[in-house]
């Protein structure tokens, strides 16, 4: 027991937080890269912090670092003038001003974990976000000691011809054994997380930015030889962000020349180091034959997100890993942003809205639930969850319902000017945000603090005699662990009111004197466990349309008829709105089936939902978009989250498959029509109109097929054969492969065929048959893990393929023989050793237990034990 309580690592607290007892204004770095192990020299400028309050040791972090030298004010220190540890280095007291020189030797070909200094592809890079500074050397390696870097990378000229880091290039030489130096100088003071190395024998695709001041910034994509033709996307798409930016937060880019690197092996999507960003290849390259608009749109917004942190995140930085979603929150919702106003912003919400509901619900009502700004952690690379990053945006955004366009810019614009420079909390942005408007925003900041997504219980009151109508709302705000009574939350709650024929109605509310300007939206301030609002002036009773556009971040329950739930499909102006009725019209249906499969009767189509999707299809052209989106019945895994426990996936996988082929067959004509009235006029283009035109067809085929006619398949196979796209080409494959087709089999083997050299679209390769219910059992994909193409050590292999396959394929991931838990557990085991985020990341799959039925409840449990073990 003491030996188990020994091992526990530490808890970190907020509370506990205290200022840096010592600041470091200047790092000097020197890099001698190797074939067996680098060397790293690092001189470090620094003084005690004139806020400490007595004289401290310094202490330094380090993780399997080997400490070579030691050099204090030009004085070598003895073993005797320092304490190492584990994880750190301690000199006592260094005094007030200090130059500590220290030499550390590390192997990043054995770092497999990919954070530090590692290689991919034969190339050197970095991740150092949040800790891996300290596996590159002694430092204070916390995100509030700011400094100022000088970087001069060795390395062999022939290998390694690209060597690049933070900041401007000031030097660069060739030395007389083979080795070439150059040295970076990046005149920001930035925390060690945003320090960056990339050395490489890379091609480089350069262009420029002019500022809105009429600066040019450099702007360089470095990839892989071979892979120059796939940056133009990434490369417009930098150019825009860096406009939007302008336009949107009037920030100008501050740098004079601005990098992205393209690495295989990488943990998550990128990172956004000072004016060196390292991506994902799956981030940047794309072209039209390899890349689907999914991946276009994917690697817009990544890289908007990362270029929007040079502001939000780089220039205003972080005071401890607790304000992570001082960054990444607000960074999400601008990259939201952003991406909604190139294409649609109604398609991009309904996308924001089904990934906070599929990964960031579950959370909060899960286990692991817990605030947007943590208050105590274990191991902050967890941390990176959908609850910081996605609920933190939604937090940004209802402050910009709450405070409107103007008020919201007033705010962000005061943020950046108080603190440009600084290491910053959650509490400075609200702040800045109260300052420039008059809001109050004291019981908004519980976003910050309370867990848990909030419910609000609606009802609406008609009085006919008066013309009034009453929303009721009531605010429940579950308890959470560790978090047992909850205060009500304040909120932005848009709603509009429809007349009989689906019209807005101008909305008064009760006690205005004027008649309101008309609006047809409003956004009523919740705040209170039960309010009431009354619209006054009204004829006849009215359909509410709740929380438009998602306005919060809450799981919204009203009596709607499933008459309210059509009409409000066919009619909302409020396109988020017809979205979502469709979608609790489709929900209600699939439960129906649930249970009538769990009872052992025979299931029925909805008769609501196919006159439904009947009217969806013949909606005019111009509702394509919302259609394409509407017709998608939701995924397997979000109605598990839905379900009452014990949740049991077979009968879900049942009903849904069922409703999907029924609705195939009695709505085979339109599907055909729909099919053929949306197929491509012109070239490929990454548009709203032709994004939406494409995956109208592409849903439209996929429904064909699944009816399982012969005629279907071969429109499927010939889309296949004759794309000249990847979203065509994989729309026409992917069905096949799902429904498990025979022409499955030879239509993989070309795809096979004809992608295996390129490894991002051998990665779609992987994941259609993972998910694929049909073909993809466990046994397929055990063999594709020999399969030659397939990598453990690669993220995105992985993730292809073994993530794919937990998260896309439930039907063959709860198999009720628990054998796919017991393999996947084995693929966790494996992984830790190589990779501790991506083993953490993958047990995940597991993290929902606790709802399901048997089998399944102890299957998961099981397996997790053993992986805690
Ligand atoms: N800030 C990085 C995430 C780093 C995660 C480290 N485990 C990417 C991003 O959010 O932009
Ligand atoms: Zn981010």
């Avoid at 023989?817 to 966790?828: P, T």
Wanted: include cysteine.
């Amino acid at each position: 027991m003491a030996d188990a309580r020994q091992q526990q690592p530490p808890v970190i607290r907020l509370a506990d937080y205290t200022p840096p007892a010592f600041l470091v204004d200047h790092v000097d770095l020197r890099f001698e890269l190797g074939e067996d192990s680098t060397l790293v020299h690092s001189r470090l400028t620094g003084r005690a912090n004139p806020e400490r309050v007595q004289s401290e040791d310094l202490v330094l972090d380090g993780r399997e670092l080997t400490l070579e030298e030691l050099v204090l004010d030009g004085h070598p220190l003895s073993k005797a003038a320092y304490t190492l540890g584990e994880e750190s280095l301690t000199i006592p007291d260094p005094g007030e001003t200090f130059t500590l020189e220290i030499t550390t030797r590390i192997r990043p070909q054995e770092n497999t974990a990919l954070e530090g200094l590692y290689k991919s592809s034969g190339n050197f890079c970095t991740q150092c976000e949040p800790e891996g500074f300290r596996r590159i050397t002694y430092f204070p390696d916390r995100s509030d000691v700011m400094a100022t870097y000088t970087t001069t990378i060795v390395a062999d000229a022939e290998r390694y011809p690209v060597l690049l880091s933070n900041g401007n290039r000031v030097a660069g030489g060739t030395l007389t054994d083979g080795r070439h130096w150059v040295r970076w100088e990046d005149p920001f003071p930035k925390p060690s997380y945003l320090f960056a190395l990339v050395a490489g024998d890379l091609a480089c695709v350069a262009d420029s930015f002019t500022t809105m001041s009429g600066r040019e910034v450099a702007l360089r994509i470095y990839v892989e030889h071979g892979n120059a033709d796939k940056v133009d996307h990434a490369m417009q798409a930098l150019k825009e962000a860096m406009a939007w930016d302008e336009r949107a937060y009037g920030r100008e880019c501050d740098l004079d020349i601005y990098q992205i690197v393209a690495v295989a092996d990488f943990n998550m999507g990128a990172m956004e180091n000072k004016g060196l960003n390292i991506f994902n290849t799956s981030a940047v390259l794309a072209k039209t034959e390899t890349a689907t608009d999914a991946d276009f749109q994917r690697i817009e917004a990544i890289i908007g997100h990362e270029y929007f942190h040079n502001w939000s995140g780089n220039r205003v930085t972080l005071r401890d890993w607790f304000q992570l979603s001082l960054k990444e929150g607000f960074t999400v919702f601008r990259e939201q942003h952003f991406s909604g106003e190139r294409y649609s912003e109604a398609v991009q919400r309904i996308e924001d809205v089904r990934r906070l509901r599929s990964a960031q619900f579950p959370e909060d009502d899960g286990p692991t639930a817990h605030p947007v700004r943590p208050d105590s952690y274990i191991e902050i690379s967890n941390f990176y969850t959908p609850t910081v990053y996605e609920k933190g945006a939604e937090v940004i955004r209802m402050m910009w319902h709450l405070l409107g366009p103007e008020g919201f810019r007033r705010g962000s614009d005061l943020y950046f000017e108080r603190h440009d420079g600084q290491a910053v909390t959650t509490e400075d942005f609200v702040r800045a945000m109260e300052a420039a408007t008059d809001a109050d925003l004291a019981q908004f900041r519980l976003w910050y603090t309370q867990a848990g997504t909030p419910r609000l219980h609606c009802s609406g009151e008609w009085d006919g005699e008066a013309g009034s109508y009453t929303l009721r709302v009531r605010q429940e705000v579950p308890a959470t662990p560790g978090q047992p009574d909850k205060a009500p939350m304040h909120l932005p709650f848009a709603v509009g009111l429809l007349d009989a024929e689906g019209n807005d109605l101008p909305l008064q509310m009760a006690g205005e004197e004027t008649e309101g300007g008309g609006e047809t939206t409003r956004v009523l301030e919740v705040r209170d466990d039960e309010q009431a609002f009354t619209f006054t002036g009204l004829d006849a009773e009215p359909v509410p349309s709740l929380l438009r556009g998602f306005s919060a971040p809450v799981r919204v329950q009203f009596d709607y008829t499933d008459g309210d739930l059509a009409f409000l499909l066919a009619h909302d102006s409020d396109l988020f709105n017809r979205w979502e009725a469709g979608q609790e019209l489709a929900q209600r249906a699939l439960f129906g089936c649930v249970a009538a499969h769990r009872e052992g009767r025979a299931m029925e189509l909805d008769a609501g939902l196919e006159a439904a999707f009947g009217t969806l299809l013949r909606a005019p052209a111009e509702d394509r978009a919302l259609v394409a989106e509407a017709l998608t019945l939701p995924e397997e895994g979000y109605l598990a989250d839905l379900a009452e426990p014990p949740v049991d996936p077979s009968a879900i996988h049942a009903a849904r498959a069922f409703t999907r082929r029924r609705l195939a067959e009695v709505l085979a004509a339109e599907f055909e029509t729909g099919y053929h009235a949306n197929l491509a006029e012109g070239a490929y283009r990454v548009t709203a109109e032709a994004i939406a035109r494409r995956r109208l067809k592409n849903a439209c085929l996929a429904y064909r097929v699944a009816s399982g006619d012969d005629t279907s398949r071969s429109m499927a196979l010939e889309q296949f054969q004759a794309a000249d796209n990847m979203t065509d080409q994989l729309g026409g494959l992917r069905p096949l492969v799902a429904e498990g087709h025979p022409e499955a089999e030879q239509a993989l083997a070309d795809f096979y065929e004809q992608w295996q050299s390129d490894p991002e679209v051998v990665d779609k390769w992987f994941a259609i048959q993972a998910t694929s219910p049909e073909w993809g059992s466990l046994e397929r994909v055990r063999e594709l893990m020999s399969h030659p193409a397939f990598n453990f050590r690669n993220p995105n292999k992985v993730r292809a393929l073994l993530g794919a396959f937990a998260r896309g394929n439930p039907a063959r991931f709860h198999d009720p023989s628990g054998e796919a838990y017991a393999f996947f557990a084995d693929q966790v085991l494996a992984m830790d050793p190589i990779n501790p985020q991506m083993a953490a990341a993958m047990a995940r799959a597991f993290s929902r237990f606790g709802r399901y039925a048997e089998p399944h409840y102890s299957g998961m449990r099981d397996q997790l034990e053993r992986i805690r073990a």
